[in-house]
């Protein structure tokens, strides 16, 4: 189970950071991304980690402005997110996959998402 959280309101220019909380002991073994949505467009890739955390992708539009990370030891999967754009307003998602890490929408399992408000 997934639990995503730390969405809110921010102005232009400002930062926020995201968590996604994993339950059971299978974190580790499992490669994590997150995704989003933004209203009345599709969901996309944001940026995706392998299970050690040795490897990550970024969609270009957040590359050298979010950072991802995790903390196998406890649970965590976080998103830093700074510079944010107004277009950076979206429902973001986090996901877990055990096979595989991917910049499509691939995963095996997904949270429920945390909502970031981006003003102008």
């Known amino acids: 189970q997934l639990q995503a959280s730390g969405g809110g309101l921010v102005q232009a220019g400002g930062s926020l950071r995201l968590s996604c909380a994993a339950s059971?002991?299978?974190?580790?073994?499992?490669?994590m991304g997150w995704f989003r949505q933004a209203p009345g467009k599709e969901r996309e890739f944001v940026a995706a980690?392998?299970?050690?955390?040795?490897?990550?992708y970024y969609a270009n539009s957040v590359k050298g402005r979010f950072t991802i990370s995790r903390d196998n030891a406890k649970n965590t999967l976080s998103l830093q997110m700074n510079n944010l754009k107004p277009e950076d307003t979206a429902v973001y998602y986090c996901a877990a996959d055990p096979s595989s890490i991917s910049v499509s929408e691939t995963y095996d399992y997904w949270g429920q998402g945390t909502l970031v408000t981006v003003s102008s």
């Open positions: 059971g002991r299978t974190f580790r073994t499992y490669n």
């Open positions: 980690i392998s299970s050690t955390g040795t490897s990550k």
